[in-house]
């Protein structure tokens, strides 16, 4: 027989689907409730996978299709991008799904290389997907129109393997000043309205 949770289960709407779908500064529900499992009370053991959430969302003063253009091809990372040492396409063609970049970034002064892949371009989301052996670096950017230009949504997510698992409560708070950081280069870029 399966454990129940006494109050038949989690509370509504946890866990979300995605952690963009919690509202900024949102907080996580109480623990799960307990189990009872003959007699006896237990936890609930829980999985937590190690990983860096930053969500920002700006305005800038071009177009939505300039600005998809733009950040589609990660070559620009070395611009606005501060993490960004080298970017270079290791591939040709136009910048498509399947376009692949090898990236080099600075991190508390080391020196990290990830290959990151295009998974999705469409006219108003951009997906970058970055891996190396401790890390996979998802660069999710979706634009919309404003009457100024556009406004960008930029949700970075970096899931943690192996020993890195450690480093993720620091990671959080660098990467929130680098949240920052990109915020202002992709503005310098595409400007500020």
């Not at 997907?129 to 230009?149: C, E, F, L, W």
Request: glycine share 8%.
């Amino acid at each position: 027989m399966r454990p129940r949770f006494l109050d038949g289960g989690l509370p509504d709407g946890w866990p979300p689907a995605h952690p963009a779908d919690l509202p900024l500064g949102a907080d996580l529900p109480p623990a799960l409730p307990p189990i009872r499992v003959t007699g006896r009370v237990r936890r609930r053991r829980v999985s937590v996978v190690p990983m860096v959430d930053v969500v920002r969302s700006f305005p800038v003063s071009r177009p939505p299709a300039e600005v998809v253009a733009y950040l589609a091809d990660f070559s620009n990372a070395v611009a606005w991008d501060p993490g960004t040492v080298r970017c270079e396409r290791v591939d040709d063609g136009p910048v498509q799904v399947g376009s692949q970049w090898r990236n080099v970034s600075k991190v508390l002064g080391r020196e990290t290389e990830l290959d990151y892949r295009l998974v999705t371009m469409d006219s108003d989301h951009v997906v970058l997907r970055g891996t190396n052996k401790t890390a996979t670096s998802t660069d999710d950017i979706r634009v919309v129109a404003s009457p100024t230009g556009s406004t960008v949504t930029y949700h970075a997510h970096i899931e943690f393997n192996g020993i890195a698992k450690l480093a993720e409560p620091l990671m959080q708070r660098v990467f929130e000043k680098l949240g920052d950081e990109t915020v202002e280069g992709i503005q310098r870029e595409l400007g500020a309205p």
